[in-house]
Structures are given as C-alpha cells and as structure tokens.
C-alpha cells in the first residue's frame, strides 16, 4: 500500500524559509503527477506545485517566484522549498501522488486548479500534513 508521509513543517517567522519533504513508500517518486497541496484554516483546499513525470513544474501564482518543488528519485522524495515567507502562507500543506494513470486523467498542470474532488479522484494518494505557521 501506497503511503507519503510529510515532515519539515514548522513555525518561523516572516520573512524566513522552510523546506517540507514528503517520503513515498512502495511508490517510486516521479512515475506519474505528485504535488503540494495546502488548506488555511476555514479556507478551501488549494494548489500550490506540481511536478510531473518528465520534471516538469507549475506552481500556483501566490507562490511563484517563493517555493520551488522537486523530487529525488534517490531517495524517493518530494521536497518543497518554501522561501520568504509570509503569514498568508500559513496552512496545513499535503502531498499528493497520483498512483494510477486514469483513462480521463487530466495534465498535471491542471491539478493545480482541480477542486477538491477532482484533485482527490485524480491523485490517489494523499499524506496527513505538515502544518506550517508563519508570524509577522
């Protein structure tokens, strides 16, 4: 059974960065469309990066030019770095693997701006969050 755990959240303060890593178990990281989800409080779900099999990236406008997604085959992980923070960046953040390639999958890009149920249908596998804090 496909499992990702996140770790890497935290507090800081604005201004500074944070890194999350989200370790895949019995999938190999970069077979198909993994991302970085995350969900403020009382807010919707919303996409921040995505990172597609042949490496290609797409980040959400709100974190272009921030946060950077990669992955390392190597050891199986899916990183976000998440540079100069603000308090609006506060949330709980999840990674997401899509683990079987559906006949109507969508790009990956468009994960981005899938709702919540398209993003769940079409990305299996989801981790339990890392939660990350910014102060001013």
């Not at 308090?87 to 390639?101: G, I, K, M, Q, S």
């Not at 981790?127 to 102060?135: D, F, N, P, R, Y």
């Amino acid at each position: 059974q496909v499992h990702l755990v996140e770790s890497g959240g935290g507090s800081v303060q604005s201004g500074g960065s944070l890194r999350l890593s989200c370790a895949a178990s019995e999938y190999a990281v970069g077979t198909y469309c993994m991302g970085w989800f995350r969900q403020a409080p009382g807010k919707e779900r919303e996409g921040v990066a995505v990172i597609d099999s042949d490496g290609s990236t797409n980040y959400a406008d709100s974190v272009k030019g921030r946060f950077t997604i990669s992955q390392d085959n190597a050891k199986n992980t899916l990183y976000l770095q998440m540079n100069s923070l603000t308090p609006e960046d506060t949330a709980t953040y999840y990674c997401a693997a899509d683990v079987f390639l559906d006949s109507d999958q969508p790009p990956c890009a468009e994960m981005l701006v899938a709702t919540t149920d398209e993003a769940t249908k079409y990305l299996e596998v989801w981790g339990q969050g890392t939660l990350v804090t910014v102060s001013s």
